[in-house]
């Protein structure tokens, strides 16, 4: 009971790195040894962070499994990591994707096949660091070790295109992280002037009182890396080059995972860090959001590649994610911490299914395929499944993140609640269309004529998300019980030092900055 399950949980794939260092893989035994390593070390972190859920209590607001160590003391640097409501099914999601992740690249990724699993152990490590640390340095460091092994994953196992997707992804990424990294610095000092204790500890630094202009400078700081991350509109433009250009597994971690290190940063350290500075952006995010939404739905209903068309789906579906977080009620940020869920699910799930027949075909392009309905039923029936999760039909996931996000907009700010709505509407168009495309019809290419149906490998790491999607779609409260408590707490956190809340002052600067969002009085006194 008293284990350091964060520790243990985060740092285990490390040594799986270990033990496939050792294992030469110059025959095809040595690879399929170095697979099986990879496979076992990160199934067995998924069991070990089952321990989190039956551990966890969900009437606790704050930080549980508290791991606290010094560190570099003469700086107020310490191993200090922690898990609230607000990052615990991320955690989970992390370590049940990855194993998914890897038994998927069995067949697909041949060359270089010990480098690669090397990446992806060192990445979960560097995922699951970033979503439990409590340190801002801390924090950091694990951030950026992130972005290596995701860019060599996308430049060395890449499509043709890869050298410019990589760099296109660390450029934009290296550009926000350093912003941050100047503010992170800034806001210790402060708290250093302020309190005469030196300390990156997120929660002493949730305490630090900052004039309204450097709150609004920081939190423009800390947004532009997290929302470059998500990627919100207008810098999503490296999230299409970096998905089209990754390998299958690379594409399913960087949507399923990656992605929600932008929406987790704005939840953890951006809002809650500077309240103010958040209440000053909130209209501009919102009205990004909706732009986002919408366009990244129509650009989607335009694409000629599949995967394409799934990358630019995950622009509007995080745009979701975040008018959810940004209208401060329990509905809007409950959906948007179970959309990031139900994305990570049905993203991830479409991109292994691209990647199915991409194995087979060597194309992802729409007009290559027609009837493969007819050679691969098992294929479209699972693809069919996961279409009606991305376009939210009830009883499906993605039913009930957008349900509780509209829901909690809607008492907010009923346009805007619409407008966020036609996303929905378009998102079914595009969906069903590229299937319609792809499945149906006759076959009219003679290479799809005698294509493969499903193995059982495939089978394998596809049926625990069909599984997935219809346990959060049927019995949503298993999740959303235990982001309750914690959720309320970040609700009230965020609330800025005035009688008003944080959606009252979004109201006043809609007003101010005469933009077309007339919030609610009634919501904003509850």
């Known amino acids: ?60 607001a704050g930080f549980q ?82 972005l290596i092994p995701m860019w060599l994953i996308i430049g060395v196992w890449g499509g043709e295109r890869r050298i410019y997707a990589a760099i296109k992804f660390f450029l934009f990424t290296a550009v926000g992280s350093f912003l941050m990294l100047v503010c992170i610095i800034g806001l210790v000092y402060f708290h250093n002037q302020q309190t005469g204790e030196l300390t990156f500890n997120l929660l002493s630094l949730y305490n630090t009182d900052l004039v309204r202009i450097y709150e609004i400078l920081f939190f423009g700081a800390f947004a532009l890396a997290f929302a470059i991350k998500v990627p919100m509109f207008p810098f999503h433009t490296w999230l299409p080059d970096a998905h089209v250009e990754a390998p299958t597994a690379g594409s399913v971690i960087l949507a399923g995972i990656l992605l929600k290190m932008g929406t987790y940063g704005f939840f953890r350290f951006a809002m809650p860090l500077f309240p103010e500075g958040s209440a000053f952006f909130a209209p501009l995010i919102i009205v990004l959001s909706i732009i986002g939404i919408i366009y990244g739905a129509m650009v989607a209903m335009v694409q000629p590649d599949i995967k394409k068309l799934v990358a630019y789906s995950s622009v509007s579906h995080l745009g979701y994610c975040m008018i959810g977080l940004y209208v401060l009620n329990r509905h809007g940020v409950e959906g948007s911490i179970l959309q990031m869920i139900n994305h990570g699910i049905s993203t991830g799930a479409l991109f292994l299914l691209v990647g199915v027949v991409y194995e087979r075909r060597h194309t992802r392009m729409i007009s290559e395929y027609g009837g493969i309905c007819r050679p691969m039923p098992i294929y479209a029936s699972i693809f069919f499944l996961i279409t009606l ?19 909690g907009v809607f008492q907010v700010n009923k346009a805007a609640a619409v407008l ?88 006043h600067h809609a007003s101010v900055d005469k933009t077309p969002l007339d919030l609610d009085k009634s919501a904003a006194k509850e």
Request: aromatic content about 16%.
């Open 1 to 60: 009971m008293n284990a350091p399950i964060l520790t243990y949980v985060t740092f285990l794939p490390l040594l799986g790195v270990l033990a496939i260092l050792f294992i030469p893989q110059r025959s095809e035994s040595g690879k399929n040894a170095i697979r099986w390593v990879s496979m076992v070390i990160s199934t067995l972190v998924f069991i070990v962070s089952l321990r989190l859920y039956f551990g966890f209590d969900p009437e606790e």
């Open 65 to 146: 499994f508290i791991e606290k160590y010094s560190w570099i003391p003469s700086y107020g640097i310490s191993y200090f990591m922690g898990l609230d409501g607000l990052a615990f099914w991320l955690v989970l999601l992390t370590t049940f994707l990855t194993p998914i992740t890897i038994l998927s690249t069995w067949t697909a990724i041949t060359k270089r096949v010990k480098e690669f699993q090397v990446a992806m152990l060192v990445l979960e490590t560097a995922m699951l660091g970033t979503f439990v640390s409590l340190d801002l340095f801390l924090f950091y460091v694990f951030w950026e070790i992130m």
């Open 389 to 407: 999760s991305s376009v939210g039909f009830p009883t499906t996931n993605g039913f009930i993140g957008e349900f509780l996000i509209l829901l």
């Open 420 to 507: 966020a709505a036609t996303g929905v509407v378009l998102g079914a168009i595009y969906m069903f269309w590229m299937f319609q495309r792809v499945f149906y019809g006759r076959v009219s290419n003679p290479k799809n004529e005698k294509l493969k149906d499903l193995n059982f490998r495939e089978l394998a790491y596809l049926l625990p998300l069909v599984a997935m999607v219809f346990w959060i779609g049927l019995y949503p409260n298993f999740f959303l019980s235990k982001m309750h408590s914690s959720v309320d707490h970040f609700i009230s956190q965020v609330k800025i030092s005035s009688p008003a809340s944080p959606v009252a002052v979004v109201e």
